[in-house]
């Protein structure tokens, strides 16, 4: 069962170790911090990918779709209709 187990965890590590690779390509960092940041990842590859995804700032891209999903978020909380007995909508 332990072995299972180990395998499960490797396949996670695997795929979180290689959705930051493609990431940090994806991202277009100047060549310095891109290099920087694949020694880190490919020397200590657990420890590295979270520490990118922990340290990695989001681009403008990700900022507006975040404050667009806010909006919405807000817009469709405004139009609901109010139910003042609290069950229901």
């Known amino acids: 069962m332990s072995t299972v187990l180990w ?3 490797a396949v996670v590590v695997a795929v979180v170790w290689a959705l930051g690779l493609v990431d940090l390509f994806r991202r277009h960092l100047d060549f310095k911090h891109t ?4 020694l880190i990842v490919l ?5 590295g990918t979270i520490l990118y995804w922990v340290l990695r700032q989001p681009d403008a891209g990700e900022l507006e779709r975040t ?3 806010r909006r919405d978020i807000r817009q469709s909380r405004h139009e609901r209709p109010f139910d003042s007995t609290g069950f229901g909508m």
């Open 7 to 9: 395998f499960a965890v």
């Open 35 to 38: 290099i920087a940041w694949l």
């Open 67 to 69: 404050e667009a999903a």
């Open 43 to 47: 020397i200590l590859p657990i420890l």
